[in-house]
């Protein structure tokens, strides 16, 4: 804390001798956002545009920002302005925020690939590049490297898998890039890795080194363009194959990374030519799921959770900036046509006025504002146990409830979803068809619409529990919560990429059966 205050006193301090410096602002704007003042941090954003209109960092974080927020009044300006400098090949402009847009695969390739070669301008090259050798017979070496090693989703969907890897096979490394918050699924992760190194505040090459000193085979990338990420640590290659997988829902367009895990469905087979990785497609569905998350045996109460004592009840607990104005548009005409029902959302962060926003946006469409309803966070058993006062999750479009859709499943509540063009909005059909009730992905927003509308009343209530049903007897078998069978299929897609390797072939995209 004295640290973030000491940087926001400098960052004043240097706005106060030279006001006119857009990047001054942009900084002061991700610090205030880092200490969770999202309302200032945009207004620091919209003073850096102010000053350069082009500023492509500013820009990414103003539109991610004020989406957090739900605060939609100019959204569409923003958006209009990224795309032109998408267009101009503005430098800074962020892929993650170009997920959250209605955008293409092509132009997430454009903008990942000016991301990726930044990125490595700024890492650098070593003098001499890392060599590769691994005796025969020994145990394959896999490095995971995050900053998510703690209280994250990511943490809690990879812990059995990192538990159910083949010892006999392989060695599993960890480098760990993010805090230490000495919680449960840390501690457990420290265990279940072979070697756990915590490398957060080292230099990218130092990092490198290290995973080159350890004779790492495959080396996957958690984060990929996400907060916190280590690119520059891929960029030197320190390992011979390098990997995205599960941080980040798109290509990295850099050719430092050699495979993208996917499946059928994420990354249809027509849209291979918008990734610079190889594409591995796994059974069932690329995401891997902890059957050993813990549910709250009691369930709170419908006051409790601010709940009505009747009525259908659907629910959204994504981050808030996957809330696009128009999906929210499409909610309030399902509210519309279901009398009684109410919305549940997730309100993280009281101070940020998004409540107030969308009950406002709510009431411009002619719903009652006491039909949005919010909760905060939960521990994550308290979080599942919530969910059986659901009825319904209605997902979002472009960016689908990735984790969180998988916690629905297991928690037994139905999400219905419309698929779009781009991984991001593709995750949430993967995980529906792995959890045997494809019959939830919807085939347009129409549909979507009517769907949750019949399911709010009673045309399809019966058809809906149902679902339910399905979803509580397939929980323990269905291949999207079979960690043991995702585990085997991952390493068998590993050994493939290291029998190419060996046999000195460039890498090449393949299924797993």
Same mark, same amino acid.
């Given at each position: 804390?004295?640290?973030?205050? $000491?940087?926001?006193?400098?960052? $004043?301090?240097?706005?106060?001798?030279?006001?006119?410096?857009?990047?001054?602002?942009?900084?002061?704007?991700?610090?205030? !956002?880092?200490?969770?003042?999202?309302?200032?941090?945009?207004?620091?954003?919209?003073?850096?545009?102010?000053?350069?209109?082009?500023?492509?960092?500013?820009?990414?974080?103003?539109?991610?920002?004020?989406?957090?927020? #739900?605060?939609? !009044?100019?959204?569409?300006?923003?958006?209009?302005?990224?795309?032109?400098?998408?267009?101009?090949?503005?430098?800074?402009?962020?892929?993650?925020?170009?997920?959250?847009?209605?955008?293409?695969?092509? $132009? $997430? +390739?454009?903008? =990942?690939?000016?991301?990726?070669?930044?990125?490595?301008?700024?890492?650098?090259?070593?003098?001499?590049?890392?060599?590769?050798?691994?005796?025969?017979?020994?145990?394959?070496?896999?490095?995971?490297?995050?900053?998510?090693?703690?209280?994250?989703?990511?943490?809690?969907? *990879?812990?059995?898998? *990192?538990?159910?890897?083949?010892?006999?096979?392989?060695?599993?490394?960890?480098?760990?890039?993010?805090?230490? !918050?000495?919680?449960?699924?840390?501690?457990?992760?420290?265990?279940?890795?072979?070697?756990?190194?915590?490398?957060?505040?080292?230099?990218?090459?130092? *990092?490198?080194?290290?995973?080159?000193?350890?004779?790492?085979?495959?080396?996957?990338?958690?984060?990929?363009?996400?907060l916190d990420a280590v690119t520059e640590v891929f960029a030197h290659q320190p390992a011979p194959i390098q990997v995205n997988y599960l941080g980040y829902p798109g290509t990295m367009g850099v050719d430092f990374i050699d495979y993208l895990i996917a499946d059928e469905i994420v990354v249809p087979p027509d849209?291979?030519?918008?990734?610079?990785?190889?594409?591995?497609?796994?059974?069932?569905?690329?995401?891997?799921?902890?059957?050993?998350?813990?549910?709250?045996?009691?369930?709170?109460?419908?006051?409790? #959770?601010?709940?009505?004592?009747?009525?259908?009840?659907? #629910?959204? /607990?994504?981050?808030?900036?996957?809330?696009?104005?128009?999906?929210?548009?499409?909610?309030?005409? *399902?509210?519309?046509?279901?009398?009684?029902?109410?919305?549940?959302?997730?309100?993280?962060?009281?101070?940020?006025?998004?409540?107030?926003?969308?009950?406002?946006?709510?009431?411009?469409?002619?719903?009652?504002?006491?039909?949005?309803?919010?909760?905060?966070?939960?521990?994550?058993?308290?979080?599942?146990?919530?969910?059986?006062?659901? !009825?319904?999750? +209605?997902?979002?479009?472009?960016?689908?409830?990735?984790?969180?859709?998988?916690?629905?499943?297991?928690?037994? #509540?139905p999400v219905l979803t419309c698929p779009g063009a781009t991984f991001a909005s593709r995750v949430a059909g993967s995980l529906l068809h792995a959890a045997g009730v494809p019959e939830l992905v919807t085939g347009s927003l129409d549909e979507y619409r009517s769907r949750a509308a019949a399911y709010g009343s009673n045309a399809a209530?019966?058809?809906?529990?149902?679902?339910?049903?399905?979803?509580?007897?397939?929980?323990?078998?269905? =291949?999207?919560?079979?960690?043991?069978?995702?585990?085997?299929?991952?390493?068998?897609?590993?050994?493939?990429?290291?029998?190419? /390797?060996?046999?000195?072939?460039?890498?090449?995209?393949?299924?797993?059966?």
């Amino acid at each position: 804390l004295g640290h973030t205050e $000491q940087a926001r006193d400098a960052l $004043q301090r240097s706005i106060e001798s030279d006001p006119a410096r857009a990047d001054v602002h942009y900084n002061l704007g991700l610090l205030l !956002d880092d200490d969770g003042d999202r309302k200032q941090a945009l207004l620091a954003h919209r003073r850096a545009l102010e000053l350069d209109a082009w500023h492509g960092p500013a820009l990414s974080a103003a539109l991610v920002t004020q989406r957090a927020l #739900c605060e939609w !009044d100019g959204l569409d300006a923003l958006r209009k302005r990224f795309f032109a400098a998408l267009d101009r090949g503005v430098a800074g402009l962020s892929p993650f925020a170009l997920l959250l847009e209605d955008s293409t695969p092509a $132009q $997430q +390739l454009v903008c =990942a690939q000016a991301w990726g070669r930044q990125r490595a301008a700024h890492a650098g090259r070593r003098a001499t590049p890392f060599d590769f050798r691994r005796a025969d017979g020994e145990r394959m070496r896999v490095g995971y490297v995050s900053a998510d090693f703690y209280r994250h989703p990511t943490a809690y969907l *990879i812990a059995g898998m *990192i538990e159910a890897h083949d010892r006999e096979q392989f060695q599993v490394h960890a480098y760990s890039s993010g805090p230490h !918050d000495s919680s449960a699924i840390r501690k457990r992760l420290v265990e279940a890795f072979d070697a756990f190194r915590d490398v957060r505040g080292r230099a990218p090459v130092e *990092i490198a080194e290290q995973i080159h000193a350890d004779g790492i085979d495959i080396l996957v990338d958690l984060k990929g363009y996400t907060l916190d990420a280590v690119t520059e640590v891929f960029a030197h290659q320190p390992a011979p194959i390098q990997v995205n997988y599960l941080g980040y829902p798109g290509t990295m367009g850099v050719d430092f990374i050699d495979y993208l895990i996917a499946d059928e469905i994420v990354v249809p087979p027509d849209a291979d030519e918008c990734y610079t990785e190889k594409i591995v497609r796994l059974p069932g569905s690329y995401q891997v799921n902890d059957r050993q998350r813990a549910i709250a045996a009691e369930t709170p109460s419908r006051a409790a #959770c601010g709940l009505p004592d009747h009525g259908f009840v659907f #629910c959204c /607990f994504n981050a808030p900036q996957k809330i696009a104005p128009e999906m929210f548009s499409i909610w309030m005409r *399902i509210l519309r046509e279901t009398p009684g029902s109410v919305l549940w959302l997730l309100d993280a962060n009281p101070a940020s006025g998004l409540k107030d926003n969308l009950r406002r946006e709510a009431v411009r469409s002619g719903i009652a504002a006491h039909r949005i309803v919010f909760s905060g966070r939960l521990r994550l058993e308290d979080y599942l146990a919530r969910y059986r006062n659901a !009825d319904l999750f +209605l997902d979002t479009l472009p960016y689908n409830a990735h984790t969180t859709a998988s916690d629905a499943l297991w928690a037994g #509540c139905p999400v219905l979803t419309c698929p779009g063009a781009t991984f991001a909005s593709r995750v949430a059909g993967s995980l529906l068809h792995a959890a045997g009730v494809p019959e939830l992905v919807t085939g347009s927003l129409d549909e979507y619409r009517s769907r949750a509308a019949a399911y709010g009343s009673n045309a399809a209530r019966s058809e809906l529990e149902g679902v339910r049903s399905r979803l509580d007897r397939n929980r323990q078998h269905c =291949a999207l919560f079979d960690t043991a069978a995702f585990t085997r299929h991952i390493e068998k897609a590993y050994r493939h990429m290291y029998e190419q /390797f060996a046999r000195g072939e460039a890498p090449r995209g393949f299924r797993i059966g």
